[in-house]
Every structure is written in structure tokens, then in C-alpha cells.
T-cell receptor, first 108, second 115 residues
């Protein structure tokens, strides 16, 4: 089956720093989404981004489907950005596969 | 809208017991799904449904049953709980059966411990 790998597994930042999270996938996918899981466990969709670039405030994402990777950029990080960031790909129609996540800690 | 609701929030079972995890959404979403999340791992898809009366298996379906008799509800059944089913379970829904076109909304999760 498809492999979804995220890097780095853990990331510690000072408030105000920028970061880039990466998601590699091993096969062609129909689509890709980025999610944030906050420290209380709630999952929130950030981007649905099968290709191209999108921006939402301090967050932006780029997917290069032909090269099988996606990047999530966080600028001017805040403590509320802490949590785990997951990418998920749609594989074989409606079958979603998640990466193991990047755990981000933003220190004040 | 209440969004996606899950009950119970926590549950402790003994090996061999059965139980049903409830999931409901009030957004008239076609697509609903169940995931489990184990420590240090991403979510893994258990079962999903693209509409009332239609269900299909995901990545890890063994030991779980589902049904979709109404648009709103998508219960997950454990017929004979095993310690390997200790996990956090999330239910999710989206407007369309096509994953790509819609944001997925997640419930708050159910923590299950099987002794």
C-alpha cells in the first residue's frame, strides 16, 4: 500500500520563528489534506491541496503531485500553533491514509 | 449545528465484551468515516460510508462492524473487544462522498481501554 512519511517527527520552536513541515508519499494520490490536532485532541482541517499552493493567514501549503510531496509552512509561529500536524492522502477512492505526524512545540 | 458528536467520551471494557460507539452529524453530510489513533501514529481508516445504506472497509476493518441506516448516524460496533483495540476513535464527516472536494469535520473522539 501507499506510504506517507512526514518530517521532522518533532519540532521545537521559539515563538515568532518560521518552520516547514514535509509530507512525502510513495504513489499517485487523488488528493491531499493537512490537519492540525491541538493538545486537547481536536482535529481541524487546514488545507485541502491536491496540487499548487494555498495560503491562509500565517499558514501556507504547497503540493507538487508529480514529485509526490507536500510542504506546510508556518510563519511567525505562536504558542497556539502547538500540536501535531498530519497530512492525509486519498488513495484508491475514499481510502484515506495518514502520515505519523509532526509534533510541533512553540515556546513563549 | 452541533457538528459531529461522539458518545461516550471514555469507555473501559473487559476482553470479550461488546459495545457500540455512537457518531452523529447534523450537517446532512453524505460521507462518514471511523478512524482509530494509536500513540505515535496517524489515524487509520476503519470503515467509511458514502451514503445511507452503503458502507465499505478501510485500512483496518477487522474486529469492527458498521451500518448506516440514516444519513445522520454511523455507529461502530465492537463485537468482542480485544486489548489490541485500545485506542482513541474518531468519527468524521464531509458533505460529499468525494473526499477531495470537501473539508472533513472530526468529532471529539472516544477513548477506549480494553483490559
Amino acid at each position: 500500500g501507499i506510504q506517507v512519511e512526514q518530517s521532522p517527527p518533532d519540532l521545537i520552536l521559539q515563538e515568532g520563528a518560521n518552520s516547514t513541515l514535509r509530507c512525502n508519499f510513495s504513489d499517485s494520490v487523488n488528493n491531499l489534506q493537512w490537519f492540525h490536532q491541538n493538545p486537547w485532541g481536536q482535529l481541524i482541517n487546514l488545507f485541502y491541496i491536491p496540487s499548487g499552493t494555498k495560503q491562509n493567514g500565517r499558514l501556507s501549503a504547497t503540493t507538487v503531485a508529480t514529485e509526490r510531496y507536500s510542504l506546510l509552512y508556518i510563519s511567525s509561529s505562536q504558542t497556539t500553533d502547538s500540536g501535531v500536524y498530519f497530512c492525509a492522502v486519498e488513495y484508491n477512492n475514499n481510502d484515506m491514509r495518514f502520515g505519523a505526524g509532526t509534533r510541533l512545540t512553540v515556546k513563549p | 449545528n452541533a457538528g459531529v458528536t461522539q458518545t461516550p467520551k471514555f469507555q473501559v471494557l473487559k476482553t470479550g465484551q461488546s459495545m457500540t460507539l455512537q457518531c452523529a452529524q447534523d450537517m446532512n453530510h453524505e460521507y462518514m468515516s471511523w478512524y482509530r489513533q494509536d500513540p505515535g501514529m496517524g489515524l487509520r481508516l476503519i470503515h467509511y460510508s458514502v451514503g445511507a445504506g452503503i458502507t465499505d472497509q478501510g485500512e483496518v476493518p477487522n474486529g469492527y462492524n458498521v451500518s448506516r441506516s440514516t444519513t445522520e448516524d454511523f455507529p461502530l460496533r465492537l463485537l468482542s473487544a480485544a486489548p489490541s483495540q485500545t485506542s482513541v476513535y474518531f468519527c468524521a464527516s464531509s458533505y460529499s462522498a468525494r473526499f477531495y472536494s470537501q473539508t472533513q469535520y472530526f468529532g471529539p473522539g472516544t477513548r477506549l481501554l480494553v483490559l
